[in-house]
């Protein structure tokens, strides 16, 4: 069966270092992969996106990698900060209309 | 404020009863998607518009539920026969596919409680 998942527990560091998220997917073939940041009550916001030809992307303090073989993508944020305490969502983009989110993974970041 | 709004926010009504959503997309976007939120989950696809056109359909999604475009503006998601399994956040999002990264902005939510 296809399916996404991502870090069910929460993760927690301390601030200043880099925050190391877990994407990893099943019986999908993406041409794409998506990730967002949720806010308690609030809407997804868009981050960034990387293409299945891509091994590695970056803004500011953000890194995606993705990896096809295995299909897994790591979303890094370094020199972390309290305000980037939130839940993070990968999204998958199959091509068509559609884009597949997982679960979610909940960042505190204690200063 | 041009994004994506959404109303009601927040939306209690009895089992049994018909419930009515609202989304306005940003104007210029063509594409419009509809999300089911539930606590602890990520949000999953319900419907999708390019323009006026309905062009997908979750399979999951019941024949209690259906939604419109007209015009290809603003878009409604309607619930008829609400169950207590329909408590959820439902989130909009529209998006234009100029955008080489087909984000989409979403919405704030409409939240409904059924009782």
């Known amino acids: 069966s296809q399916k996404i998942e991502q870090n069910s527990e929460a993760l927690n560091i301390q601030e200043g270092k880099t925050a190391t998220l877990t994407c990893n997917y099943t019986n999908y073939s993406p041409a794409y992969l998506q990730w967002y940041r949720q806010d308690p009550g609030r809407g997804p916001v868009f981050l960034l996106l990387i293409r299945e030809n891509e091994k590695e992307k970056r803004k500011e303090r953000l890194k995606v990698t993705f990896d096809t073989t295995l299909k897994q993508s790591l979303f890094h944020i370094t020199a972390s900060q309290p305000a980037d305490s939130a839940t993070y969502l990968c999204a998958l983009g199959t091509g068509g209309f559609k884009t597949i989110f997982g679960a979610g993974t909940r960042l505190f970041v204690k200063a | 404020d041009t994004g994506v709004s959404q109303n009601p926010r927040h939306k209690i009504t009895k089992r049994g009863q018909n419930v009515t959503f609202r989304c306005d997309p940003i104007?210029?976007?063509?594409?419009l998607y509809w999300y089911r939120q539930t606590l602890g989950q990520g949000p999953e696809f319900l419907t999708y518009f390019q323009n006026e056109a309905q062009l997908e359909k979750s399979r999951l999604l019941s024949d209690r539920f259906s939604a419109e475009r007209p015009k290809g503006s603003f878009s409604t998601l309607e619930i008829q026969r609400t169950e207590q399994g329909d408590s959820a956040m439902y989130l909009c999002?529209?998006?234009?596919?100029?955008?080489?990264?087909?984000?989409?902005?979403f919405g704030p939510g409409t939240r409904l409680t059924v009782l």
């Open positions: 104007s210029e976007h063509n594409r």
């Open positions: 999002a529209s998006s234009y596919p100029g955008t080489g990264d087909n984000e989409q902005f």
